[in-house]
């Protein structure tokens, strides 16, 4: 309560000293607004007639006019605090983007009853100064040419070499950090917008812990997602965007009306993903769903609303062959808002696949932990693998069952405790490739399952995660539970396949040896597309040792990478040669996308440094139809 109350004090003591607004207040108040409001065009790189155009500007002169009238002052001339907090909302009002937040300070911190009109002051003069600045990107887009670097837009030119452009470009260019943005290439590389940067807002008092401000922020510095010409983001990441309006919306925020604008945007943005725009069709020249449509209503479905919806569309596409849906055509632009409401009242559960699932609460001791609660079952299970006897059984069963098989090396049961998935490979190969994990009973203090874990929806099914306490984290005891239906739950398939490379077996550098010199140089060979993504990534490796660029683009998922990429990525990759590598290890992850395509990484670890301590570093990797490859090099 103290520090609440200094906040709502601090700022305003010196004019609770006074009873009477007086001449020099005023004089001194319109002082201010004026100071401001010459400075801003030079700071905002912009022509005092530019500036006097801007709506926000126009209204900021019309709320000092109306304050500052006779009847205002009459009214306000006793209360010198009311007075002072209408003139710092004007000023508010006046300042630019980055002069509004450094207004906040320790020594005039926000109220925290004033955080939604600052926030809705601020971002409506941010939205009305990044559409000037983009139409000037656009206007110089000839000139911006020049800032190429391998063929692509490069930002970091741009705000490196402002001199080169013409004035007003220039201008704008150095005056960005005042609109509070930065320049971005859109996805098809070839004109610039901005990016709305709200880092150094976020970390100011009352930003900092308050209950929804900085997911506000956050959620508005992302926007806008789409215009005319499609979306402005990756519609792979459109899924999550939606699910992180979707969170905000279902929360419960008070009186607060920031969010408003969320749920429009809610409803656009999904209407875009699932329908598409006349320049960004969602079917193909062949009457087909595109498949990067298909990802993103696959991974979409994750959550209740967005799955209630699309769900139905899912299975009629896929029964079609992706060319027909009557759930889809009868899908209207309010049905989305409607589920998320039935949501908020707690009716949709009920409604879809494993909706009602409900999880208990459960705490299990390792201490002395000896199976003997599950052995019963397991023998069961064991006789059969029928896996109707694992209906209604407790998630914590099924996982110390999937357990006690590694430790008696019961490779047929663990194959049928894993639930099916691309990945899972046949049980004879998986019995052969098998490597035993760690054992839990030495390895984990507890486990603990709540009913308040979270549950990650992929179409029909829901996975969880039990917490584990151990005192040496191996990722290998982390393991995630699936149910699709009954209350069936098996443990999710995840490849792990680790190599030692210092020892006495071999065996694995000489197949990447033989692999790599099968490829190797101008070779018009390519691996087998079954080979293993360890060996992958072992011939990769190798032909970085050797800068070996044409072998390194056979082994990558993305076909046109120039070779000025891979020539930047060994510049900036400096690893050690692949015969002094101690371990590389491949791992896939969890598709929470139901993207169905395979992902993973490769880590390796050498030793490095005065101690020869293990360093380790990773490549992400992805399945294609030539088999693993190493991916996302541009990220490096």
């Known amino acids: 309560m103290m520090d609440d109350q200094q906040t709502k004090t601090a700022g305003t003591t010196e004019w609770q000293q006074v009873e009477i607004v007086t001449e020099d207040m005023i004089a001194d108040w319109k002082r201010q607004y004026e100071s401001v409001k010459a400075s801003s065009p030079k700071r905002l790189g912009m022509s005092p007639e530019q500036y006097g155009k801007l709506d926000y500007v126009k209204q900021a002169d019309a709320e000092m006019e109306r304050v500052f009238s006779d009847r205002a002052v009459n009214s306000l001339e006793g209360d010198p605090e009311a007075m002072q907090l209408a003139i710092e909302q004007i000023l508010w009002q006046i300042e630019t983007p980055r002069g509004m937040a450094l207004s906040l300070s320790a020594s ?65 260019v150095e005056a960005l950090p005042e609109y509070a943005l930065f320049p971005f290439v859109d996805m098809e590389g070839k004109h610039f917008r901005t990016v709305r940067d709200v880092n150094y807002l976020q970390q100011q008092q009352p930003f900092i812990g308050h209950p929804y401000a900085g997911q506000y922020l956050q959620m508005w510095s992302e926007e806008p997602y789409f215009d005319d010409n499609g979306f402005l983001v990756p519609l792979e990441n459109v ?81 079609s062959g992706w060319t027909a849906s009557a759930h889809y055509d009868e ?30 609460d459960e705490f299990v001791d390792l201490r002395d932990f000896d199976y003997s609660r599950i052995k019963p079952l397991y023998e069961s299970f064991r006789a059969s693998y029928d896996l109707q006897l694992l209906a209604d059984v407790p998630p914590l069963d099924v996982l110390f069952m999937y357990h006690y098989a590694n430790e008696i090396n019961d490779r047929d049961t663990l194959w049928h405790l894993l639930a099916d998935s691309p990945l899972k490979p046949p049980l004879a190969a998986f019995k052969e490739q098998w490597q035993n994990i ?53 443990v999710d398939y995840q490849q792990y396949d680790s190599y030692k490379l210092q020892g006495q077996d071999q065996q694995f550098k000489r197949t990447v040896d033989s692999l790599y010199g099968m490829i190797s140089g101008d070779s018009g060979k390519q691996l087998p597309s079954d080979t293993d ?51 590389l290890t491949f791992k896939t992850f969890f598709d929470g996308t139901h993207s169905g395509i395979p992902t993973g990484r490769a880590e390796i670890q050498y030793e490095a440094g005065a101690q020869d301590n293990l360093y380790e570093e990773f490549l992400f990797m992805k399945k294609t139809a030539d088999g693993w490859r190493m991916s996302e090099l541009n990220s490096y």
């Open 108 to 172: 005039h911190p926000l109220p925290s009853e004033e955080v939604d009109e600052f926030l809705r002051n601020y971002t409506a003069k941010a939205i009305e100064l990044q559409h000037f600045a983009d139409n000037i990107l656009l206007k110089y887009q000839e000139e911006l040419e020049t800032t190429a670097v391998m063929g692509e837009l490069s930002p970091e030119k741009l705000r490196a070499q402002p001199d080169v452009f013409p004035e007003e470009l220039r201008l704008l």
């Open 239 to 319: 899924p999550q965007k939606l699910i992180f309006m979707e969170m905000a919306l279902l929360d419960e925020w008070g009186e607060t009306s920031l969010f408003d604008g969320t749920e429009v945007a809610y409803q656009q943005v999904f209407w875009q993903m699932t329908k598409g725009s006349d320049n960004s069709p969602v079917f193909d020249d062949q009457g087909k769903v595109k498949n990067e449509y298909r990802a993103a209503w696959n991974n979409a479905a994750s959550s209740n609303p967005m799955a209630f919806l699309l769900l139905p569309i899912l299975d009629e596409m896929e029964a």
């Open 331 to 360: 899908l209207q632009f309010h049905d989305i808002l409607d589920a998320l409401e039935m949501e908020k009242t707690g009716s949709l559960a009920g409604r879809l696949p494993n909706g009602d699932l409900e999880l208990e």
């Open 438 to 490: 760690p054992k839990l009973t030495e390895n984990v203090a507890w486990v603990e399952l709540s009913k308040d874990t979270y549950k990650q929806r992929v179409k029909e099914k829901i996975f969880i995660y039990p917490h584990i306490q151990a005192e040496q984290y191996d990722e290998r005891l982390e393991l995630m539970l699936v149910t699709e239906k009954d209350q069936i739950w098996q």
């Open 533 to 583: 993504p360890g060996e992958v990534a072992g011939v990769f490796f190798k032909a970085i040792e050797s800068e070996d660029i044409p072998a390194m683009r056979k082994l990558v998922a993305e076909k046109d990478l120039p070779d000025e990429r891979f020539e930047a990525f060994l510049e900036l990759r400096s690893f050690r040669p692949f015969s002094e590598f101690h371990q």
